[in-house]
């Protein structure tokens, strides 16, 4: 081949390659670990702190909501009654599988947030690190929430945790990544399912991250993951009659009033919404939150 005609080749390539339109992303629910679109069929813009579009995420609907409830109920069962190490093992899979797109995540959380590079990546190692931490604690849960309590007759008294059920988690709206798994960790290693409903602002990490927890060996309905108006998927999460609790991380003051009143209507387990610093250590008040305590009397043998 001649100089000439090399030349030309490449040119063409070099063309060719500058012509290639990039594979845009499309985003979907995750609930029961399938990917639907919403129900609706609706979807709203997903723009950075400068107001710069970066997606279309899928805007849910109250059907979408249900069909979430519907879907960690049915989880419920397997998830809380596998062994406690075998959760932390899931758990700490995941983590795994969050260090493999450690890029991808600290890409989308640096254009939810606004944040450079840098910090972008610490947020995300912080993140995977909190994976980690809680996924260590499904084993030894136990030691500090159950007692063996002194009773006046010739018994054994022993309390014991146990899940509270299906809880739904509203993520926090500035912390796209770290809040939010600083808020769904705890509710699942413990052995509740969990209906979250992500950043309203910031929903592209969190629809990420249904997108590793399908590939893990977590079951589906373990955890949903809903985008869109918060409001208007809390509200029929509230009240719900086969929601056992809510996290209010990510409601306002004005919505945590209303939704607090719906849960009454059925006893749900309330934590209610205040200022947290998410990269500070978590501690164990989430991790205990939604457990129900069980209470097993035995009579000494003679």
Sequence with gaps: ???????????????????????????KLFVGGKFPRSESGRVYEVADPKGTWLANAPLSSRKDARDAVVAARKAFGGWSGATAYNRGQILYRV?????????????????????GKSKAAAVVDAAIDRWVWYAGWSDKVAQIAGAANPVAGPYFNLSTPEPTGVVAVLAPQESSFL????????????GNTAV??????????????????????????????????????ATPLAA??????????GADAELARS???????????????QPVDWSADPGTA????????KTVWHPMGV
């Design 1 to 27: 081949m001649s100089e000439k005609s090399e030349k030309t080749d490449k040119s063409e390539k070099t063309d060719k390659s500058a012509e290639r339109l990039g594979v845009l992303k499309t985003y």
């Design 95 to 115: 983590a795994e599988m969050l260090e493999g797109r450690r890029e991808q995540f600290a890409r989308e959380v640096g254009d939810a947030e606004g944040l």
């Design 179 to 190: 809040g939010l798994v600083s808020v769904i960790a705890p509710a699942i290693v413990t």
């Design 196 to 233: 979250v409903v992500a950043s309203e602002r910031a929903p592209l990490p969190a629809l990420s991250l249904g997108e590793v927890l399908a590939t893990s060996d977590l079951p589906g309905g373990v955890v949903n993951i809903l985008s869109g108006r918060t409001t208007e998927i």
């Design 240 to 249: 719900h009659q086969d929601v056992n609790a809510i996290d209010l991380a």
């Design 259 to 273: 939704l607090e009143e719906a849960a009454a209507d059925n006893l749900k387990r309330v934590v209610r919404p």
């Design 286 to 293: 989430r991790l205990l939150a939604f457990l129900e305590t």
